[in-house]
Protein backbone atom coordinates (compact mmCIF):
# COMPACT_ATOMS: atom_id res chain seq x y z
CA UNK A 1 0.00 0.00 0.00
CA UNK A 2 1.20 3.39 -0.76
CA UNK A 3 2.18 5.41 2.38
CA UNK A 4 -0.19 8.37 1.05
CA UNK A 5 -2.26 5.77 1.34
CA UNK A 6 -1.91 4.41 4.44
CA UNK A 7 -1.58 7.94 5.93
CA UNK A 8 -5.67 8.27 4.53
CA UNK A 9 -6.51 5.51 5.88
CA UNK A 10 -4.63 6.22 9.12
CA UNK A 11 -6.51 9.18 9.22
CA UNK A 12 -9.76 8.00 8.47
CA UNK A 13 -9.52 5.57 11.23
CA UNK A 14 -8.74 8.01 13.45
CA UNK A 15 -11.78 9.93 12.18
CA UNK A 16 -13.79 6.82 12.75
CA UNK A 17 -12.74 6.39 16.34
CA UNK A 18 -13.17 9.75 17.37
CA UNK A 19 -16.80 9.53 15.61
CA UNK A 20 -17.22 6.00 17.68
CA UNK A 21 -15.97 8.11 20.74
CA UNK A 22 -18.72 10.95 20.26
CA UNK A 23 -21.51 7.82 19.78
CA UNK A 24 -20.69 6.59 22.79
CA UNK A 25 -20.87 9.24 25.11
CA UNK A 26 -24.11 10.43 23.23
CA UNK A 27 -25.90 7.10 24.52
CA UNK A 28 -24.01 7.09 27.90
CA UNK A 29 -26.68 9.71 29.01
CA UNK A 30 -29.66 7.78 27.97
CA UNK A 31 -28.02 4.56 30.45
CA UNK A 32 -27.31 6.67 33.41
CA UNK A 33 -29.38 9.70 32.96
CA UNK A 34 -29.42 12.59 35.48
CA UNK A 35 -32.43 12.90 37.84
CA UNK A 36 -33.78 9.40 37.37
CA UNK A 37 -32.51 7.35 40.40
CA UNK A 38 -34.62 4.06 39.40
CA UNK A 39 -32.36 3.83 36.32
CA UNK A 40 -29.14 3.98 37.90
CA UNK A 41 -30.51 1.58 40.44
CA UNK A 42 -31.44 -1.23 37.66
CA UNK A 43 -28.46 -0.89 35.81
CA UNK A 44 -26.40 -1.62 39.33
CA UNK A 45 -28.61 -4.27 39.93
CA UNK A 46 -27.95 -5.59 36.59
CA UNK A 47 -24.25 -5.79 37.00
CA UNK A 48 -24.94 -7.61 40.32
CA UNK A 49 -26.91 -10.46 38.83
CA UNK A 50 -23.96 -10.39 35.77
CA UNK A 51 -21.06 -10.86 38.03
CA UNK A 52 -22.95 -13.28 40.02
CA UNK A 53 -24.12 -15.06 36.91
CA UNK A 54 -19.93 -15.49 36.08
CA UNK A 55 -18.48 -16.38 39.43
CA UNK A 56 -21.03 -19.10 39.19
CA UNK A 57 -20.24 -19.59 35.71
CA UNK A 58 -16.40 -19.98 36.31
CA UNK A 59 -16.97 -22.00 39.88
CA UNK A 60 -18.88 -24.96 38.05
CA UNK A 61 -16.22 -26.94 36.66
CA UNK A 62 -14.96 -27.45 40.04
CA UNK A 63 -18.11 -29.18 40.79
CA UNK A 64 -17.64 -31.25 37.47
CA UNK A 65 -13.85 -32.28 38.40
CA UNK A 66 -14.98 -33.06 42.26
CA UNK A 67 -17.87 -35.58 41.05
CA UNK A 68 -14.86 -36.84 38.32
CA UNK A 69 -12.13 -37.32 41.30
CA UNK A 70 -14.93 -38.74 43.42
CA UNK A 71 -15.76 -41.74 40.66
CA UNK A 72 -12.67 -42.22 40.17
CA UNK A 73 -11.50 -42.92 43.49
CA UNK A 74 -9.06 -39.95 43.19
CA UNK A 75 -10.77 -37.10 45.28
CA UNK A 76 -8.19 -37.04 48.32
CA UNK A 77 -7.94 -33.39 49.73
CA UNK A 78 -11.55 -31.61 48.93
CA UNK A 79 -12.84 -33.07 52.42
CA UNK A 80 -15.80 -30.39 52.40
CA UNK A 81 -16.77 -31.89 48.94
CA UNK A 82 -16.61 -35.27 50.32
CA UNK A 83 -19.51 -35.40 51.86
CA UNK A 84 -21.74 -35.00 49.00
CA UNK A 85 -20.21 -37.55 47.25
CA UNK A 86 -20.44 -38.25 43.20
CA UNK A 87 -24.23 -38.14 42.74
CA UNK A 88 -24.76 -34.79 45.53
CA UNK A 89 -21.64 -33.14 43.31
CA UNK A 90 -23.41 -34.03 40.45
CA UNK A 91 -26.43 -32.33 41.65
CA UNK A 92 -24.50 -29.92 42.61
CA UNK A 93 -22.81 -29.42 39.31
CA UNK A 94 -26.56 -29.42 37.80
CA UNK A 95 -27.47 -26.76 40.67
CA UNK A 96 -24.96 -24.12 39.71
CA UNK A 97 -25.45 -24.44 35.89
CA UNK A 98 -28.56 -23.71 36.49
CA UNK A 99 -27.92 -20.81 38.48
CA UNK A 100 -25.56 -18.85 36.38
CA UNK A 101 -28.22 -19.37 33.59
CA UNK A 102 -30.92 -17.66 36.12
CA UNK A 103 -28.68 -14.66 36.94
CA UNK A 104 -28.24 -14.36 33.82
CA UNK A 105 -32.25 -13.93 33.09
CA UNK A 106 -32.77 -11.74 36.07
CA UNK A 107 -30.05 -9.65 34.71
CA UNK A 108 -32.00 -9.10 31.72
CA UNK A 109 -35.36 -8.63 33.80
CA UNK A 110 -33.63 -6.46 35.26
CA UNK A 111 -32.10 -4.51 32.75
CA UNK A 112 -34.90 -4.78 29.29
CA UNK A 113 -36.82 -1.82 31.21
CA UNK A 114 -33.74 0.38 30.97
CA UNK A 115 -32.88 -0.40 27.74
CA UNK A 116 -36.32 -0.04 26.32
CA UNK A 117 -36.67 3.06 27.64
CA UNK A 118 -33.51 4.47 26.34
CA UNK A 119 -34.67 3.27 22.94
CA UNK A 120 -38.52 5.01 23.32
CA UNK A 121 -36.59 8.33 24.84
CA UNK A 122 -34.30 8.09 21.70
CA UNK A 123 -36.49 7.72 19.50
CA UNK A 124 -39.06 10.44 20.54
CA UNK A 125 -35.51 12.71 20.13
CA UNK A 126 -35.26 11.70 16.86
CA UNK A 127 -38.78 12.18 15.93
CA UNK A 128 -39.75 16.05 17.29
CA UNK A 129 -35.77 16.99 15.98
CA UNK A 130 -36.87 15.62 12.25
CA UNK A 131 -39.53 17.79 12.44
CA UNK A 132 -37.72 20.48 13.72
CA UNK A 133 -35.42 20.22 11.00
CA UNK A 134 -35.99 23.03 7.91
CA UNK A 135 -37.96 22.52 4.88
CA UNK A 136 -34.79 23.17 3.01
CA UNK A 137 -33.10 20.05 4.67
CA UNK A 138 -36.42 17.63 4.32
CA UNK A 139 -36.42 18.32 0.53
CA UNK A 140 -33.10 17.33 -0.26
CA UNK A 141 -33.59 13.87 1.59
CA UNK A 142 -34.84 10.72 0.56
CA UNK A 143 -37.43 9.94 2.94
CA UNK A 144 -36.68 6.27 2.12
CA UNK A 145 -33.09 6.98 2.89
CA UNK A 146 -33.72 9.13 5.99
CA UNK A 147 -36.37 6.55 7.74
CA UNK A 148 -33.53 3.94 6.98
CA UNK A 149 -31.62 5.79 9.18
CA UNK A 150 -34.01 6.26 12.20
CA UNK A 151 -34.47 2.82 12.08
CA UNK A 152 -30.61 1.04 12.27
CA UNK A 153 -30.07 3.61 14.64
CA UNK A 154 -32.64 2.76 16.99
CA UNK A 155 -31.90 -0.68 16.63
CA UNK A 156 -27.52 -0.05 16.95
CA UNK A 157 -28.31 1.36 20.10
CA UNK A 158 -30.45 -1.36 21.51
CA UNK A 159 -27.60 -3.83 20.53
CA UNK A 160 -25.17 -1.72 21.82
CA UNK A 161 -26.32 -1.45 24.89
CA UNK A 162 -27.61 -5.30 25.65
CA UNK A 163 -23.87 -6.56 23.71
CA UNK A 164 -21.36 -4.26 24.62
CA UNK A 165 -22.48 -4.02 28.62
CA UNK A 166 -23.80 -7.78 29.06
CA UNK A 167 -21.90 -9.90 26.25
CA UNK A 168 -17.94 -7.59 25.96
CA UNK A 169 -17.99 -6.96 29.41
CA UNK A 170 -18.68 -10.39 30.79
CA UNK A 171 -16.50 -11.91 28.14
CA UNK A 172 -13.45 -10.29 29.60
CA UNK A 173 -14.41 -10.90 33.22
CA UNK A 174 -14.39 -14.94 32.14
CA UNK A 175 -11.54 -15.01 30.32
CA UNK A 176 -9.51 -12.92 32.94
CA UNK A 177 -10.73 -15.33 35.79
CA UNK A 178 -10.11 -18.67 33.61
CA UNK A 179 -6.92 -17.59 32.76
CA UNK A 180 -5.86 -16.76 36.63
CA UNK A 181 -7.14 -20.16 37.73
CA UNK A 182 -5.23 -22.32 35.19
CA UNK A 183 -2.19 -19.72 36.48
CA UNK A 184 -2.98 -20.84 40.05
CA UNK A 185 -4.13 -24.38 39.59
CA UNK A 186 -2.18 -25.92 36.92
CA UNK A 187 1.01 -23.63 36.68
CA UNK A 188 2.03 -20.62 34.27
CA UNK A 189 3.17 -22.56 31.21
CA UNK A 190 -1.32 -23.30 30.79
CA UNK A 191 -1.90 -19.51 31.65
CA UNK A 192 0.43 -18.72 28.65
CA UNK A 193 -1.01 -20.91 26.08
CA UNK A 194 -4.29 -20.47 27.12
CA UNK A 195 -3.74 -16.58 27.26
CA UNK A 196 -2.15 -16.93 23.82
CA UNK A 197 -5.12 -18.61 22.33
CA UNK A 198 -7.32 -16.10 23.38
CA UNK A 199 -4.81 -13.05 21.67
CA UNK A 200 -4.32 -14.98 18.60
CA UNK A 201 -8.19 -15.77 18.47
CA UNK A 202 -9.20 -11.90 19.04
CA UNK A 203 -6.40 -10.09 16.84
CA UNK A 204 -7.44 -12.73 13.71
CA UNK A 205 -11.31 -12.00 14.56
CA UNK A 206 -10.68 -8.23 14.57
CA UNK A 207 -8.87 -8.66 11.12
CA UNK A 208 -10.69 -10.34 9.86
CA UNK A 209 -14.23 -8.63 10.89
CA UNK A 210 -12.33 -5.33 10.03
CA UNK A 211 -12.18 -7.10 6.59
CA UNK A 212 -15.90 -7.76 6.72
CA UNK A 213 -17.38 -4.37 7.85
CA UNK A 214 -16.16 -3.25 4.77
CA UNK A 215 -18.05 -5.55 2.59
CA UNK A 216 -20.96 -4.42 5.36
CA UNK A 217 -21.11 -0.80 4.14
CA UNK A 218 -21.65 -1.37 0.52
CA UNK A 219 -24.38 -3.84 1.70
CA UNK A 220 -25.62 -1.15 3.70
CA UNK A 221 -25.69 1.38 0.77
CA UNK A 222 -26.97 -0.93 -1.76
CA UNK A 223 -29.56 -1.73 0.73
CA UNK A 224 -30.40 1.64 1.54
CA UNK A 225 -29.97 2.79 -2.52
CA UNK A 226 -32.39 0.05 -2.88
CA UNK A 227 -35.17 0.67 -0.34
CA UNK A 228 -35.29 4.58 -1.49
CA UNK A 229 -36.16 3.13 -4.77
CA UNK A 230 -38.90 1.02 -3.76
CA UNK A 231 -40.34 3.75 -1.82
CA UNK A 232 -39.71 6.18 -4.78
CA UNK A 233 -41.31 4.33 -6.78
CA UNK A 234 -44.64 3.49 -4.39
CA UNK A 235 -45.19 6.49 -3.78
CA UNK A 236 -44.98 7.27 -7.52
CA UNK A 237 -47.34 4.10 -7.84
CA UNK A 238 -49.77 6.64 -10.80
CA UNK A 239 -46.67 7.79 -12.82
CA UNK A 240 -44.97 4.54 -13.40
CA UNK A 241 -48.71 3.30 -14.51
CA UNK A 242 -49.36 5.98 -16.70
CA UNK A 243 -45.47 5.88 -18.58
CA UNK A 244 -45.68 1.97 -18.73
CA UNK A 245 -42.56 2.05 -16.98
CA UNK A 246 -43.19 -0.65 -14.62
CA UNK A 247 -40.35 -3.05 -15.89
CA UNK A 248 -38.09 0.17 -15.77
CA UNK A 249 -37.98 0.50 -12.17
CA UNK A 250 -38.12 -2.99 -11.65
CA UNK A 251 -34.54 -2.87 -13.47
CA UNK A 252 -33.52 0.05 -11.58
CA UNK A 253 -34.77 -1.75 -8.10
CA UNK A 254 -32.79 -5.16 -9.19
CA UNK A 255 -29.65 -2.96 -9.90
CA UNK A 256 -29.27 -2.09 -6.12
CA UNK A 257 -30.22 -5.26 -5.41
CA UNK A 258 -27.48 -6.87 -7.60
CA UNK A 259 -25.21 -4.42 -5.64
CA UNK A 260 -26.50 -5.57 -2.62
CA UNK A 261 -26.52 -9.71 -3.89
CA UNK A 262 -22.79 -9.26 -4.74
CA UNK A 263 -21.86 -7.85 -1.04
CA UNK A 264 -24.26 -10.63 0.22
CA UNK A 265 -21.66 -13.11 -1.08
CA UNK A 266 -18.58 -11.61 -0.16
CA UNK A 267 -20.02 -11.46 3.47
CA UNK A 268 -20.81 -15.25 3.05
CA UNK A 269 -17.93 -16.07 2.35
CA UNK A 270 -15.52 -14.25 4.53
CA UNK A 271 -18.10 -15.34 7.47
CA UNK A 272 -16.29 -18.95 6.19
CA UNK A 273 -13.23 -17.62 6.45
CA UNK A 274 -13.64 -16.34 9.60
CA UNK A 275 -15.29 -18.97 11.04
CA UNK A 276 -12.85 -22.17 10.23
CA UNK A 277 -9.65 -19.18 11.49
CA UNK A 278 -11.62 -19.41 14.48
CA UNK A 279 -11.82 -22.96 15.03
CA UNK A 280 -8.65 -23.62 13.89
CA UNK A 281 -7.59 -21.42 16.64
CA UNK A 282 -9.40 -22.58 19.20
CA UNK A 283 -9.17 -26.51 18.39
CA UNK A 284 -4.94 -26.07 18.25
CA UNK A 285 -5.35 -24.22 21.73
CA UNK A 286 -7.77 -26.79 22.97
CA UNK A 287 -5.40 -29.68 21.99
CA UNK A 288 -2.51 -28.31 23.39
CA UNK A 289 -3.71 -27.86 26.48
CA UNK A 290 -5.11 -30.91 26.56
CA UNK A 291 -2.46 -32.35 25.33
CA UNK A 292 -0.46 -30.81 28.56
CA UNK A 293 -3.16 -32.34 30.93
CA UNK A 294 -3.15 -35.86 29.70
CA UNK A 295 0.95 -35.72 30.81
CA UNK A 296 0.43 -34.62 33.45
CA UNK A 297 -2.53 -37.28 34.59
CA UNK A 298 0.43 -39.83 33.12
CA UNK A 299 2.91 -38.39 35.34
CA UNK A 300 0.43 -37.96 38.60
CA UNK A 301 0.91 -34.53 38.88
CA UNK A 302 -2.96 -34.02 37.99
CA UNK A 303 -6.29 -35.85 38.62
CA UNK A 304 -8.49 -37.37 35.61
CA UNK A 305 -10.85 -34.82 37.24
CA UNK A 306 -8.07 -32.32 36.66
CA UNK A 307 -8.02 -33.15 32.97
CA UNK A 308 -11.82 -33.01 32.58
CA UNK A 309 -11.83 -29.47 34.30
CA UNK A 310 -9.42 -28.13 31.90
CA UNK A 311 -11.63 -29.58 28.81
CA UNK A 312 -14.74 -28.17 30.70
CA UNK A 313 -13.03 -24.55 31.24
CA UNK A 314 -11.14 -24.29 27.36
CA UNK A 315 -15.21 -25.15 26.32
CA UNK A 316 -16.93 -23.01 28.22
CA UNK A 317 -14.40 -19.61 26.76
CA UNK A 318 -15.05 -20.99 23.06
CA UNK A 319 -18.68 -20.34 23.27
CA UNK A 320 -18.31 -16.70 23.72
CA UNK A 321 -15.03 -16.50 21.73
CA UNK A 322 -17.26 -18.24 19.05
CA UNK A 323 -19.77 -14.87 19.36
CA UNK A 324 -16.68 -12.36 19.32
CA UNK A 325 -16.69 -12.34 15.63
CA UNK A 326 -20.53 -11.17 15.12
CA UNK A 327 -20.43 -9.00 17.99
CA UNK A 328 -17.37 -7.27 17.15
CA UNK A 329 -18.62 -6.75 13.82
CA UNK A 330 -22.29 -6.11 14.77
CA UNK A 331 -21.09 -3.75 17.92
CA UNK A 332 -18.83 -1.64 14.97
CA UNK A 333 -22.19 -2.00 12.65
CA UNK A 334 -24.21 -0.13 15.81
CA UNK A 335 -21.76 2.51 16.03
CA UNK A 336 -21.61 3.19 12.12
CA UNK A 337 -25.89 3.28 11.93
CA UNK A 338 -26.16 4.84 15.75
CA UNK A 339 -23.16 7.68 14.16
CA UNK A 340 -25.63 8.87 11.46
CA UNK A 341 -28.63 8.87 13.27
CA UNK A 342 -26.93 11.06 15.94
CA UNK A 343 -25.46 13.12 13.15
CA UNK A 344 -28.64 13.70 12.36
CA UNK A 345 -29.57 14.80 15.72
CA UNK A 346 -27.20 17.19 15.39
CA UNK A 347 -28.06 18.18 12.00
CA UNK A 348 -29.00 22.22 13.32
CA UNK A 349 -32.59 23.18 12.46
CA UNK A 350 -31.93 25.83 10.31
CA UNK A 351 -35.36 27.96 11.31
CA UNK A 352 -35.47 28.51 15.30
CA UNK A 353 -37.47 30.80 18.08
CA UNK A 354 -35.12 33.49 19.44
CA UNK A 355 -34.56 33.02 23.08
CA UNK A 356 -37.78 34.14 25.19
CA UNK A 357 -40.08 34.78 22.17
CA UNK A 358 -43.30 35.59 22.89
CA UNK A 359 -46.52 34.25 21.00
CA UNK A 360 -47.68 35.84 17.82
CA UNK A 361 -51.05 38.29 18.78
CA UNK A 362 -53.06 38.37 16.36
CA UNK A 363 -55.05 41.86 16.65
CA UNK A 364 -56.28 42.24 13.06
CA UNK A 365 -54.16 39.87 10.50
CA UNK A 366 -52.26 42.63 8.33
CA UNK A 367 -49.45 41.62 6.92
CA UNK A 368 -46.69 43.42 5.32
CA UNK A 369 -43.63 42.38 3.37
CA UNK A 370 -41.23 44.92 3.67
CA UNK A 371 -37.93 45.14 1.10
CA UNK A 372 -38.29 41.14 1.15
CA UNK A 373 -35.57 39.41 -0.40
CA UNK A 374 -34.89 36.11 -0.65
CA UNK A 375 -32.55 33.29 -2.53
CA UNK A 376 -32.29 29.40 -2.08
CA UNK A 377 -28.93 29.80 -3.48
CA UNK A 378 -27.02 32.99 -3.08
CA UNK A 379 -26.07 32.91 -6.55
CA UNK A 380 -29.94 32.88 -8.23
CA UNK A 381 -32.03 35.77 -6.07
CA UNK A 382 -35.93 34.85 -6.20
CA UNK A 383 -37.24 37.73 -4.29
CA UNK A 384 -35.55 40.94 -5.17
CA UNK A 385 -37.12 43.63 -2.73
CA UNK A 386 -41.13 42.87 -2.54
CA UNK A 387 -42.69 45.43 -0.65
CA UNK A 388 -46.53 44.99 -0.17
CA UNK A 389 -49.35 45.39 2.32
CA UNK A 390 -52.38 43.34 2.93
CA UNK A 391 -54.77 44.66 5.08
CA UNK A 392 -56.54 43.09 7.58
CA UNK A 393 -59.50 41.40 6.43
CA UNK A 394 -58.70 41.66 2.72
CA UNK A 395 -57.46 39.41 -0.05
CA UNK A 396 -55.27 40.32 -1.71
CA UNK A 397 -53.76 38.02 -5.06
CA UNK A 398 -50.13 36.98 -6.18
CA UNK A 399 -49.85 36.21 -9.66
CA UNK A 400 -47.45 35.98 -12.59
CA UNK A 401 -45.58 32.92 -14.65
CA UNK A 402 -43.86 29.91 -13.04
CA UNK A 403 -40.40 31.19 -11.12
CA UNK A 404 -41.64 34.59 -10.39
CA UNK A 405 -41.78 33.91 -6.52
CA UNK A 406 -45.00 33.62 -6.01
CA UNK A 407 -44.92 30.35 -3.68
CA UNK A 408 -41.61 31.68 -2.34
CA UNK A 409 -43.96 34.41 -0.23
CA UNK A 410 -46.18 31.72 0.56
CA UNK A 411 -43.22 29.49 2.72
CA UNK A 412 -41.50 32.54 3.56
CA UNK A 413 -44.70 34.06 5.56
CA UNK A 414 -45.26 30.44 6.71
CA UNK A 415 -41.76 30.68 7.49
CA UNK A 416 -40.33 27.69 6.29
CA UNK A 417 -37.42 29.53 5.44
CA UNK A 418 -35.78 33.31 6.75
CA UNK A 419 -35.86 36.44 4.23
CA UNK A 420 -32.52 37.17 3.68
CA UNK A 421 -33.23 40.57 3.52
CA UNK A 422 -36.00 43.11 4.87
CA UNK A 423 -38.83 41.59 7.01
CA UNK A 424 -42.05 40.33 7.16
CA UNK A 425 -44.44 41.43 9.57
CA UNK A 426 -47.94 40.94 10.76
CA UNK A 427 -49.95 43.51 12.78
CA UNK A 428 -46.05 45.09 13.32
CA UNK A 429 -44.79 42.00 14.46
CA UNK A 430 -41.90 40.90 12.86
CA UNK A 431 -42.05 36.60 12.16
CA UNK A 432 -38.75 35.97 13.18
CA UNK A 433 -39.49 37.33 16.72
CA UNK A 434 -42.30 35.39 17.69
CA UNK A 435 -42.62 31.47 18.23
CA UNK A 436 -43.14 29.06 15.25
CA UNK A 437 -46.29 27.81 16.83
CA UNK A 438 -47.95 30.49 17.28
CA UNK A 439 -47.65 31.84 13.92
CA UNK A 440 -48.39 28.25 12.55
CA UNK A 441 -51.50 28.57 14.58
CA UNK A 442 -52.36 31.68 13.20
CA UNK A 443 -52.49 30.62 9.70
CA UNK A 444 -54.56 28.29 7.59
CA UNK A 445 -53.11 27.04 4.34
CA UNK A 446 -54.66 25.33 1.81
CA UNK A 447 -52.38 23.95 -1.05
CA UNK A 448 -52.68 22.62 -4.72
CA UNK A 449 -52.56 19.56 -3.48
CA UNK A 450 -54.24 18.58 -0.51
CA UNK A 451 -51.94 15.58 0.84
CA UNK A 452 -53.89 13.30 3.49
CA UNK A 453 -53.03 10.94 6.14
CA UNK A 454 -53.75 7.36 5.48
CA UNK A 455 -56.48 6.77 8.06
CA UNK A 456 -60.22 8.23 8.42
CA UNK A 457 -61.78 11.02 7.02
CA UNK A 458 -62.49 12.10 10.50
CA UNK A 459 -58.92 12.31 11.99
CA UNK A 460 -57.96 13.79 8.79
CA UNK A 461 -60.81 16.84 9.23
CA UNK A 462 -59.87 16.59 13.27
CA UNK A 463 -56.48 17.03 11.95
CA UNK A 464 -57.38 20.82 11.87
CA UNK A 465 -57.65 21.26 15.83
CA UNK A 466 -56.69 18.82 18.19
CA UNK A 467 -59.39 17.54 20.68
CA UNK A 468 -62.45 18.72 18.28
CA UNK A 469 -65.62 16.90 18.49
CA UNK A 470 -67.46 15.14 16.51
CA UNK A 471 -69.93 17.98 16.20
CA UNK A 472 -67.14 20.64 15.28
CA UNK A 473 -65.77 18.33 12.41
CA UNK A 474 -68.99 17.85 11.34
CA UNK A 475 -70.37 21.69 10.84
CA UNK A 476 -66.56 21.93 9.27
CA UNK A 477 -67.30 19.06 6.61
CA UNK A 478 -70.61 21.11 5.91
CA UNK A 479 -68.72 24.50 5.21
CA UNK A 480 -66.36 22.83 2.79
CA UNK A 481 -69.70 21.41 1.20
CA UNK A 482 -68.20 17.51 1.73
CA UNK A 483 -70.27 16.32 4.86
CA UNK A 484 -73.10 15.15 1.88
CA UNK A 485 -70.32 12.99 -0.15
CA UNK A 486 -69.07 11.78 3.76
CA UNK A 487 -72.50 10.29 4.69
CA UNK A 488 -73.20 8.82 0.85
CA UNK A 489 -69.83 6.92 1.73
CA UNK A 490 -70.65 3.18 3.02
CA UNK A 491 -68.42 4.11 6.16
CA UNK A 492 -69.06 7.81 6.20
CA UNK A 493 -66.68 9.76 8.73
CA UNK A 494 -64.71 5.97 9.35
CA UNK A 495 -63.89 5.82 6.07
CA UNK A 496 -60.05 5.45 5.26
CA UNK A 497 -58.28 7.45 2.38
CA UNK A 498 -55.43 5.62 1.76
CA UNK A 499 -52.32 6.53 1.72
CA UNK A 500 -51.65 10.68 0.69
CA UNK A 501 -55.57 10.36 0.07
CA UNK A 502 -55.42 8.39 -3.00
CA UNK A 503 -58.76 6.33 -2.79
CA UNK A 504 -60.15 10.22 -3.08
CA UNK A 505 -60.83 12.30 -6.62
CA UNK A 506 -58.63 15.42 -6.36
CA UNK A 507 -61.95 17.68 -5.42
CA UNK A 508 -62.60 15.67 -2.91
CA UNK A 509 -59.12 15.78 -1.10
CA UNK A 510 -59.13 19.38 -1.63
CA UNK A 511 -62.87 19.91 0.30
CA UNK A 512 -61.05 17.63 3.32
CA UNK A 513 -58.17 20.00 3.61
CA UNK A 514 -60.24 22.90 3.35
CA UNK A 515 -62.45 21.29 5.97
CA UNK A 516 -59.35 20.84 8.11
CA UNK A 517 -58.64 24.45 7.63
CA UNK A 518 -62.09 25.65 8.88
CA UNK A 519 -61.81 23.56 11.45
CA UNK A 520 -58.59 25.28 12.47
CA UNK A 521 -60.28 28.73 12.06
CA UNK A 522 -57.07 30.65 11.54
CA UNK A 523 -57.43 34.37 11.13
CA UNK A 524 -55.02 34.56 8.06
CA UNK A 525 -55.58 32.65 4.81
CA UNK A 526 -52.76 31.05 2.57
CA UNK A 527 -54.42 29.79 -0.72
CA UNK A 528 -51.44 28.17 -2.62
CA UNK A 529 -53.09 27.60 -5.79
CA UNK A 530 -55.65 25.60 -4.10
CA UNK A 531 -57.48 25.00 -7.35
CA UNK A 532 -55.58 25.12 -10.06
CA UNK A 533 -54.99 21.23 -10.87
CA UNK A 534 -58.89 21.05 -10.27
CA UNK A 535 -61.34 21.12 -13.49
CA UNK A 536 -62.92 24.02 -14.07
CA UNK A 537 -66.60 23.01 -12.83
CA UNK A 538 -64.62 21.28 -9.87
CA UNK A 539 -62.75 24.23 -9.10
CA UNK A 540 -65.64 27.07 -9.45
CA UNK A 541 -67.41 24.30 -6.94
CA UNK A 542 -64.49 24.66 -4.43
CA UNK A 543 -63.79 28.35 -4.89
CA UNK A 544 -67.44 28.67 -3.60
CA UNK A 545 -66.50 27.33 -0.49
CA UNK A 546 -63.09 29.24 -0.27
CA UNK A 547 -64.86 32.66 -0.59
CA UNK A 548 -66.95 31.47 2.02
CA UNK A 549 -63.90 30.24 4.53
CA UNK A 550 -62.36 33.61 3.47
CA UNK A 551 -64.78 35.90 5.02
CA UNK A 552 -63.88 38.25 8.04
CA UNK A 553 -60.29 37.05 7.63
CA UNK A 554 -57.14 38.18 6.01
CA UNK A 555 -56.43 36.12 2.45
CA UNK A 556 -53.13 36.24 0.38
CA UNK A 557 -53.91 34.15 -2.29
CA UNK A 558 -51.89 32.72 -4.80
CA UNK A 559 -53.42 31.94 -8.21
CA UNK A 560 -52.50 30.44 -11.76
CA UNK A 561 -55.87 30.85 -13.19
CA UNK A 562 -56.72 34.68 -13.21
CA UNK A 563 -60.83 33.90 -13.28
CA UNK A 564 -60.76 32.64 -9.81
CA UNK A 565 -59.17 36.05 -8.15
CA UNK A 566 -60.67 38.66 -10.42
CA UNK A 567 -63.00 39.13 -7.37
CA UNK A 568 -59.78 40.29 -4.81
CA UNK A 569 -59.33 43.64 -3.40
CA UNK A 570 -55.50 43.54 -5.11
CA UNK A 571 -54.37 41.89 -7.49
CA UNK A 572 -50.30 41.92 -7.59
CA UNK A 573 -48.20 41.04 -10.46
CA UNK A 574 -44.96 38.98 -9.72
CA UNK A 575 -42.18 38.74 -12.56
CA UNK A 576 -38.81 37.54 -11.48
CA UNK A 577 -38.94 38.42 -8.14
CA UNK A 578 -40.38 42.41 -8.02
CA UNK A 579 -43.92 43.40 -8.44
CA UNK A 580 -44.60 45.06 -12.15
CA UNK A 581 -48.33 45.77 -11.67
CA UNK A 582 -50.79 45.84 -8.53
CA UNK A 583 -54.69 47.15 -8.28
CA UNK A 584 -57.94 45.60 -8.57
CA UNK A 585 -59.22 43.37 -11.69
CA UNK A 586 -60.87 46.57 -13.81
CA UNK A 587 -57.95 48.78 -13.16
CA UNK A 588 -55.14 45.83 -14.59
CA UNK A 589 -57.41 45.34 -17.60
CA UNK A 590 -57.52 49.08 -18.03
CA UNK A 591 -53.82 49.45 -18.24
CA UNK A 592 -53.62 46.94 -21.30
CA UNK A 593 -50.33 45.53 -19.42
CA UNK A 594 -48.65 42.28 -18.48
CA UNK A 595 -51.80 41.33 -16.55
CA UNK A 596 -54.31 42.63 -19.30
CA UNK A 597 -51.51 40.02 -21.52
CA UNK A 598 -52.30 37.21 -19.08
CA UNK A 599 -56.22 37.52 -18.66
CA UNK A 600 -56.56 37.60 -22.62
CA UNK A 601 -54.18 34.52 -23.34
CA UNK A 602 -56.03 32.53 -20.49
CA UNK A 603 -59.52 33.58 -22.26
CA UNK A 604 -58.28 32.86 -25.62
CA UNK A 605 -57.18 29.34 -24.03
CA UNK A 606 -60.50 28.86 -22.55
CA UNK A 607 -63.03 31.30 -23.92
CA UNK A 608 -65.77 29.66 -21.77
CA UNK A 609 -63.95 30.52 -18.50
CA UNK A 610 -65.27 33.72 -16.47
CA UNK A 611 -64.81 35.30 -13.38
CA UNK A 612 -67.07 33.74 -10.71
CA UNK A 613 -70.05 35.28 -9.31
CA UNK A 614 -70.92 36.14 -6.42
CA UNK A 615 -69.20 39.10 -3.29
CA UNK A 616 -65.71 38.82 -3.40
CA UNK A 617 -63.42 36.76 -1.74
CA UNK A 618 -62.51 37.80 1.91
CA UNK A 619 -65.87 40.79 1.81
CA UNK A 620 -68.72 40.39 3.85
CA UNK A 621 -70.38 43.24 1.82
CA UNK A 622 -70.55 47.49 1.95
Known amino acids: MPPSQITQTGRMNAEERARNSRTLHAVLPYLWPKGEGWVKRRVMLALVFLVLAKVVSVGTPFLYKAAVDALAGEAHDETWLLALGAIGLTVAYGVARLASVGFGELRDAVFVRVAQRALRKLALETFRHIHALSLRYHITRKTGGLSRVVERGVKGVEFLLRFLLFSIGPLVLELALVSLIFALMFGWLYAVVVVATIVIYVVFTFKVTEWRVAIRYHMNEADTAANQKAVDSLLNFETVKYFGAENREALRYDASMRAYEKAAVKTGQSLAVLNFGQGLIITLGLVIVMVMAARDVQAGLLTVGDFVMV ?229 RDIQESLNAMGRGRTVITIAHRLSTVADADMIVVLERGEIVEQGRHEDLLARRGRYAAMWARQSAEDPAEEPPAGKPVGQTGT
Not at 395 to 413: E, M, N, R, W, Y
Not at 432 to 461: C, E, M, W
Not at 462 to 476: F, L, P, S
Not at 480 to 494: M, N, Q, R, T, V
Open 311 to 539: QAYMIQITMPLGFLGTVYREIRQALVDMGDMFELLHQPAEITDVPGAPDLRVTGGEVVLDDVRFAYDASRPILKGISLTVPAGQTVALVGPSGSGKSTIGKLLFRFYDVTGGAIRIDGQDIRGVTQKSLHDAIGVVPQDTVLFNDTIRYNIGYGRAGATDDEIIAAARAAKIHDFILSLPEGYDTTVGERGLKLSGGEKQRVGIARTVLKNPPILLLDEATSALDTQTE
